[in-house]
């Protein structure tokens, strides 16, 4: 298969701590994306790393890539309640995306 | 105005029965996807269509036979369903064919009874 794999599965955390996702890919990529998915509802990107990059930032999000190893982290800090959903990464290859198997976050007041 | 709308948002269905599910987007953009999400949240992509045309089938069942009359809509159409058919289907858009920021629908609960 060439489904990607993300650690930790599911992550609990208290309100403004800081929730690290890792994920680990099997394809070449042109970039790896980050998707948010509520429960019940569609999946929404969050940020795209290109291949060539190693670290981007937007506001409380902060994603990592290593294509040497295949594997990126996406890290929230300051977490809130709010943040509470499905995190899926997706590596962008030869004419698709291919969505890892997802953190499950949830963050306790 | 929703961007990427499907419809129905539910549909429980008996085993055997022909269904469709219809998607549609309004970003103007060339590529669209449907993607099946498993009771374990693992989502696999089945299509994707670049200005109308097949793209990619991922060993899907030929059962599954989508639809794209235009490049703002690609239905689903599937034959002869089955228990293992349950799941919740996802359609998608993005700009261009696997290079940028997908924009998914809210998915059909798809339940064979």
């Known amino acids: 298969s060439q489904q990607g794999e993300e650690d930790p599965q599911a992550l609990s955390i208290q309100e403004g701590e800081n929730a690290t996702m890792n994920c680990s890919y099997k394809t070449s990529i042109n970039n790896l994306q980050w998707y948010r998915q509520n429960s019940g509802r569609g999946l929404v990107h969050l940020i795209l790393?290109?291949?060539?990059?190693r670290e981007k930032h937007s506001g409380r999000l902060r994603v990592t890539l290593d294509t040497s190893k295949k594997s990126s982290s996406l890290l929230i800090t300051a977490s809130r309640a709010a943040d509470t959903a499905s995190y899926f990464c997706a590596a962008t290859g030869f004419q698709k995306l291919v969505f890892g198997t997802g953190t499950r976050l949830l963050v306790s007041p | 105005d929703t961007a990427v709308s499907q419809t129905p948002k539910y549909l429980v269905t008996q085993m055997g029965n022909d269904k469709s599910i219809k998607c549609e987007q309004n970003l103007g953009h060339d590529t669209m996807y449907w993607y099946k999400q498993d009771s374990k949240k693992f989502l696999k992509i089945m299509f994707s269509y670049n200005n109308k045309e097949l793209i990619i089938n991922e060993t899907v069942p030929n059962r599954f036979s989508p639809k794209s009359p235009d490049k703002a809509h690609l239905n689903l159409h599937i034959n002869s369903l089955e228990l293992g058919d349950s799941a919740v289907y996802f359609c998608?858009?993005?700009?261009?064919?696997?290079?940028?920021?997908?924009?998914f629908g809210q998915g059909t609960r798809l339940t064979v009874v």
């Open positions: 998608a858009s993005s700009q261009v064919i696997g290079g940028t920021e997908a924009f």
């Open positions: 790393i290109r291949s060539n990059e």
